[in-house]
């Protein structure tokens, strides 16, 4: 069953492209092709201007993603809505891959009755909190993932 055709869920994954760069404010474009060394070369320029301003993160930064992370427990009661949710897999995408392949596959179940349906593979202590979110992300690896890409 194709679950991404219901209106309650939203089924995100990457779309398989041979490797390209975008770069902002202008030069190469999505559809350009580089070799695999001058696409070295751009991510170790690119890589050594981001180190030469951020020398070191800020104390809050560090806290907020190492010394006082934690599961999360609690929601606040409001929406989430469809562009925040496709900004998480746009950042998500991001992370370094092999070959820039993501075979993360991505649901997000918004209903509540579709949240019932997955409480009976969650934990104990997982179900009441999974059932008050606004939004549970189901993510899986797609183990043929790499029959659809190219190369």
Do not use: H
Not at 31 to 48: F, H, T
Not at 69 to 74: I, S
């Amino acid at each position: 069953m194709d679950l991404s055709s219901r209106p309650d869920v939203i089924g995100l994954r990457s779309q398989p492209t041979p490797l390209r760069i975008r770069r902002r404010g202008g030069g190469l474009e999505t559809g350009d092709r580089m070799s695999q060394e001058e696409a070295l070369a751009e991510a170790k320029v690119r890589i050594e201007e981001y180190r030469s301003r951020i020398q070191k993160l800020d104390e809050d930064s560090l806290d907020l993603m190492f010394r006082e992370a934690r599961n999360q427990n609690w929601w606040q009661d409001r929406p989430v809505s469809d562009d925040q949710l496709r900004e998480i897999w746009d950042l998500a995408k991001l992370g370094s891959t092999s070959g820039n392949c993501v075979p993360a596959r991505i649901l997000f179940l918004r209903s509540k009755e579709s949240r019932e349906r997955l409480a009976p593979a969650l934990g104990a202590r997982n179900v009441e909190k999974t059932l008050a979110a606004p939004v549970t992300a189901l993510i899986a690896y797609d183990v043929n993932s790499s029959i659809s890409y190219p190369g």
